[in-house]
């Protein structure tokens, strides 16, 4: 029977990543994530009937990619494959998603639980049987415990990259990309225009950019994601200014405790090590209130300022030109993130920020360069599936695979049906 490629989610946008490969009735799942609206409303990806799911693959635990998998599971207990480092986060990403979000969401905590407990760890390199797939799973280098999987179904083979990084950074190795086989490629696209600058060149202006402040009497404030670019960012610190005074607030605290258990999956453990030996964890509202007084950095969630202890610090801080607020994350449209750096407020007629507003592209996904390169690597390659990209960007993208690979490209929406011939 023919192999057929489903788009649920991450058709022609960026996140709500959600994928089935199958055929008739059994179908492989590739994450189950959401997006969000301008009103900070979660978006469910398209539905499969659970009875349909053979296996559920989650590539890593951001919401974007696992937002939507515990709906799955109010009547059912569907097998689900991630790495170690990626179970042991899940709950903790998802039991926040509800207390913020829950009111629009179709599962409550029993459903996140029945969906951990279902939970079959891979590591890198081991490959495992569900019905007639045949899995393994590769380190995609975007956070810790990342992967990409390649799927054999039969005469079909199939790589799905998740979200990828190609350059090595403080957290994660980069992924070894050779002998690599697989004749279609899913891959996503978020940046399939662009190139980020050397990381070596981001980190030192960052440093550079964080000690002019702080040797002109200011307090530097960090937003960042919770998982991921918060830990970075407080290794980064550690190897190039372990001096200076830094503390970090919100969710960032109980995952660097959970990488910090997590060694195998952590590239330079000792960075991390160090930030947590150094660095003050702010644990109570008193201690809050009196870091935002004293020169330093702060190290905060939420990434784009739509919630967590980082919007407390930006109010309190931005009144004030000696401190500064240098964002470090991707921030979406319609965010206070996106808000600060292109209107330099906050909110809607709120006052205008006095500090210091800067950005800096620590992105954990691959530039266009990495993704053509990963592209180039893949032996026996036929057809490429371009999705989690926005439109514009997704579609010079796939333009670009054709002319230098010359393989068949594919940019679907969300309900398309590939069928793999």
């Known amino acids: 029977m023919e192999l057929e490629v489903r788009i649920l989610g991450s058709g022609r946008e960026v996140g709500r990543a959600a994928i089935a490969i199958g055929s008739g009735d059994k179908y492989l799942l590739l994450d189950y994530g959401v997006i969000f609206d301008e009103a900070d409303v979660p978006i469910l990806p398209n539905h499969i009937q659970p009875n349909k799911v ?8 951001h919401l974007d990619h696992i937002g939507a998998a515990p ?21 903790l990403m998802l039991t926040d998603f509800l207390k913020i979000s829950g009111y629009y969401l179709p599962y409550e905590a029993q459903e996140v639980e029945a969906f951990i407990n279902s939970t079959n760890v891979i590591d890198y390199g081991e490959e495992v049987e569900v019905g007639d797939f045949r899995i393994k799973a590769l380190n995609a280098g975007h956070i810790p415990g990342s992967a990409m999987f390649t799927i054999h179904y039969k005469e079909y083979s199939i790589l799905y990259t998740g ?13 070894n990309l050779n ?3 697989a004749e279609t490629l899913i ?4 940046y399939g225009t662009s190139n980020h600058p050397p990381r070596n060149e981001v980190e030192d202006d960052f440093i550079n950019s964080v000690k002019e402040v702080i040797e002109g009497g200011g307090v530097v404030l960090v937003p960042a994601f919770s998982l991921g670019r918060s830990q970075e960012i407080l290794a980064v610190l550690a190897e190039k200014a372990p001096h200076i005074d830094v503390r970090y607030d919100g969710m960032v605290k109980e995952i660097l405790k959970l990488m910090l258990r997590s060694r195998k999956f952590i590239n330079r453990f000792d960075l991390l090590a160090k930030a947590r030996k150094r660095f003050v964890e ?12 004293e020169p330093g950095v702060i190290v905060a969630s939420a990434g784009m300022l739509k919630g967590g202890p980082a919007v407390y610090y930006a109010k309190k801080l931005q009144g004030n030109s000696r401190n500064a607020i240098f964002l470090v994350s991707y921030q979406a449209r319609g965010t206070p993130g996106r808000k600060l750096l292109e209107e330099g407020v906050l909110e809607e007629n709120g006052p205008r920020v006095k500090a210091k507003v800067k950005w800096f592209d620590f992105s954990s996904h691959a530039g266009v360069n990495g993704l053509l390169g990963l592209v180039k690597k893949v032996k026996g390659l036929e057809r490429v599936i371009v999705v989690h990209s926005e439109p514009e960007t997704g579609e010079a993208f796939s333009k670009l695979i054709k002319s230098e690979v010359g393989v068949d490209v594919i940019y679907p929406t969300n309900g398309d049906v590939i069928k793999l011939g």
């Open 71 to 91: 709906m799955l599971y109010v009547s059912r207990k569907i097998p689900a494959y991630m790495t170690k480092f990626t179970r042991d986060v899940a709950p």
């Open 179 to 181: 002998g690599i086989e």
């Open 282 to 293: 702010v644990k109570s509202f008193r201690t809050r209130k009196k870091v935002v007084k």
């Open 163 to 175: 979200d990828v990084n190609t350059i090595e950074t403080k957290l994660v190795r980069k992924p």
């Open 54 to 61: 053979e296996a559920l693959l989650i590539t890593h635990a």
């Open 187 to 190: 891959i996503e696209g978020t």
